[in-house]
């Protein structure tokens, strides 16, 4: 493997460095010969995908392991050298098996109730059986599990709208037992009565989150529960309620929820809930999209920086993987101006360093 040499303004810290590339880890110690790829330029950890579901795209399930790869390389190419999978119905294993793909850190299946989630997408089970689908989940994944929180319930006719899915007892119990096996936990929630049971049993992340406000929000950051907002995503709520039209209840409610969700995002923020970006790839989006969520974020009210902490440094933290420090994985972007003053930069990279190895 060659050995990389980038000089560049190192984020976050905001000082001009050189940093080397040797066997896949940084070292700030000059490397005599070594091969120089950026000279000039700001140098971010590589960004993070907190939410996307990789083996799924718009109106199918990959169907080999080229579609899984074709998925991966779209989020890589955007600069994405983290991904979380937030559950895939199709075992994505392979895309950790190449050096030329992101880490994929994988979630296991969607867990959700009969008739209560998308069709073929999760695990369906009733509430008793929740702790053990937790546990077989567990053991699937790479140190998490995803749960559907809410969802619609049709069974009632023109009064179907959004409604927890598991008792708040039987989702403490399965919270427990993840955390009991070193499992964090992240749940689907789009709207707002499933939140008092997901924050006392102190989930790990909030994907959606369009539902908190008020008080559960103080209570959220006093439990240092993250959100992932996936706002490009919710922007599609409009489009589902017109199609939802038959359940007018419903339909109105993702509307409000499609309103209020950058005022959410912006209180969350400011009561202290650490944010993550995800775009939501894979469902009714394509990959690659990280970089539109990010300035959804400091659209929605976060500051530039805290935009793009939440697709890189500070989301690289959260999900177990250092920034640009010694000894580091040798993850990177380079970008030819400063990301914080003007995040369209993030949409053209200059240089894309993963394990090491240039990819672009």
């Known amino acids: ?32 010969g070594a091969e120089t790829v950026a000279d000039r330029g700001w140098v971010v950890p590589g960004l ?10 718009p109106g199918r399930f990959a169907e080999s392991d080229r579609m899984l790869a074709e998925h991966a390389t779209a989020d890589r190419d955007a600069g994405a050298l983290l991904l979380r999978d937030c559950g895939s119905p199709v075992d994505n294993r392979s895309v ?38 937790v546990e077989e989940q567990a053991a699937r994944g790479d140190g998490w599990v995803k749960l559907v929180g809410d969802w619609i319930d049709r069974s009632v006719g023109d009064a179907a709208d959004l409604v927890p899915l598991w008792p708040d007892d039987v989702l403490a119990a399965a919270v427990d037992r993840a955390h009991e096996l070193g499992v964090r936990v992240a749940v689907h929630a789009f709207g707002e ?10 989930v790990d992340t909030i994907e959606h989150a369009t539902g908190l406000a008020g008080a559960l929000v103080d209570e959220a950051a006093r439990r240092g529960i993250r959100i992932t907002p996936t706002l490009i995503n919710i922007d599609t709520f409009p489009a589902i309620a017109e199609r939802a ?51 959804a974020l400091h659209e929605a009210g976060l500051p530039a920086e805290a935009a793009l902490a939440a697709g890189s440094w500070a989301a690289r933290d959260f999900l ?32 894309i360093v993963l394990r090491g190895r240039v990819i672009r």
């Open 1 to 32: 493997m060659r050995v990389l040499h980038v000089r560049g303004v190192v984020l976050p810290d905001g000082e001009e460095r050189d940093l080397y590339a040797v066997d896949g880890r940084l070292t700030y110690e000059r490397v005599p």
């Open 48 to 57: 993070v995908d907190c939410h996307c579901h990789v083996g799924m795209e």
């Open 96 to 133: 950790q098996a190449r050096d030329d793909l992101p880490r994929l850190i994988r979630a296991g299946r969607h867990i959700a109730r009969p008739k209560r989630y998308l069709r073929e997408l999760g695990v369906e089970v009733e509430p008793p059986e929740l702790v053990g689908a």
């Open 193 to 202: 009565d499933s939140l008092p049971g997901l924050v006392a049993a102190a």
């Open 245 to 295: 039209a038959r359940f007018p209840l419903y339909a109105t409610h993702m509307r409000t929820l499609h309103r209020h969700s950058r005022q959410r995002v912006r209180d969350a923020y400011a009561a202290g809930v650490p944010v993550l970006a995800g775009s939501d790839a894979g469902g009714s989006l394509p990959h690659g999209l990280v970089v539109r969520e990010i300035r």
């Open 320 to 351: 177990g993987l250092p920034g640009l420090v010694e000894g580091a994985p040798a993850d990177l972007v380079v970008y030819a101006a400063d990301p914080r003053a003007d995040l369209s930069v993030l949409a053209a990279p200059h240089r």
